[in-house]
């Protein structure tokens, strides 16, 4: 799975009351990943994100991969 891919799918799925967002991706990114877990945990951080967050700030959502590929079960 190509988690990058994934996550801004999940950002546009989830952030649809026009949060403004921004998204930093670094390093490998490619794994294993339990698609349904990751998608769990991303709707539950942004949704408190955007929740609770300042009004008016940007969610920030950041990933960074190692240089080898991982594995998450």
Not at 7 to 26: F, N, P, Q, W, Y
Not at 37 to 59: F, T
């Amino acid at each position: 799975m190509r988690l990058a891919e994934f996550i801004l799918a999940g950002m546009k799925e989830i952030l649809v009351d026009g949060s403004r967002t921004e998204l930093t991706l670094e390093g490998n990114l490619h794994g294993h990943w339990d698609a349904p877990r990751l998608r769990q945990v991303l709707r539950s951080l942004l949704s408190n994100a955007s929740a609770y967050g300042e009004p008016g700030k940007p969610v920030r959502v950041a990933v960074s991969g190692g240089s080898d590929a991982q594995t998450g079960n």
